[in-house]
């Protein structure tokens, strides 16, 4: 399982775009990178997924570059309630796959 | 849809003491997750369940923790003794084959 690489705090403000870039240098193949957002008490959330290029659903969207050895996460216009830990993972996941947690970025959204 | 259901959602326990966890995953989610987070840390995966079976249990220090899932659903995890160290959040979560990982409330466990 590839290791990934992400800011450990970012600080924003309502209304912002924000981007997470998370590097994972040694992601293989069969890899698919997935993201993860908690907040305090309580279980991660997913967020998003993909293998390569773009991929947008309602609430981010997650940019693969060609050799997809990063990847960043764009939250649109974020509000105080995005304030979270997010995670970037790395794995092959088939039937629930093995998830390797790193330690996250914790993003700060101010008013 | 119900989600992933955790009890005790919080436990206070003195050191060598014992403790458990129920968790009751997400109706028809063949695979079930027990994840310990420390405080400032990501989740670490302890022991993955597929149906009643164990896929992985490399990470669950056996010396003290065991877990179960009977009849391929409901899940306990058990720490005895208790340490010091246990004192985190513990997560379930289960998933079926579309790799998405839903997670529990977590139950809080501090060891005094």
């Known amino acids: 399982l590839a290791k990934t690489t992400q800011p450990i705090s970012m600080d924003s403000y309502e209304g912002q775009e924000v981007n997470i870039t998370c590097s994972h240098n040694?992601?293989?193949?069969?890899?698919?990178i997935t993201w993860y957002q908690q907040f305090p008490s309580q279980g991660p959330r997913f967020i998003i997924q993909?293998?390569?290029t773009k991929v947008t659903n309602e609430v981010a969207s997650l940019f693969i570059p060609a050799d997809r050895k990063s990847s960043t996460l764009s939250l649109p216009r974020v509000s105080l309630s995005d304030t979270a830990v997010y995670y970037c993972?790395?794995?092959?996941?088939?039937?629930?796959?093995?998830?390797?947690f790193g330690q996250g970025t914790e993003l700060s959204v101010k008013p | 849809e119900a989600g992933v259901a955790q009890s005790p959602r919080y436990k206070i326990i003195e050191k060598r003491q014992s403790v458990a966890f129920w968790c009751n995953p997400i109706?028809?989610?063949?695979?079930l997750y027990w994840y310990q987070q420390i405080l400032g840390q990501g989740p670490k995966l302890l022991i993955q369940?597929?149906?009643?079976?164990?896929?992985?249990d490399s990470q669950l220090p056996k010396d003290r923790f065991s877990a179960e899932r009977l009849k391929g659903v409901d899940s306990t995890l058990k720490i005895q003794p208790a340490k010091l160290e246990d004192s985190a959040v513990y997560l379930c979560?289960?998933?079926?084959?579309?790799?998405?990982?839903?997670f529990g409330p977590g139950t809080r466990l501090t060891v005094t």
């Open positions: 979560a289960s998933s079926n084959r579309d790799r998405e990982q839903y």
């Open positions: 040694n992601i293989a193949t069969n890899d698919y």
């Open positions: 993909g293998y390569k």
């Open positions: 993972l790395v794995g092959e996941y088939n039937q629930g796959g093995k998830l390797i």
């Open positions: 109706s028809g989610h063949a695979t």
């Open positions: 369940f597929q149906n009643n079976g164990v896929v992985d």
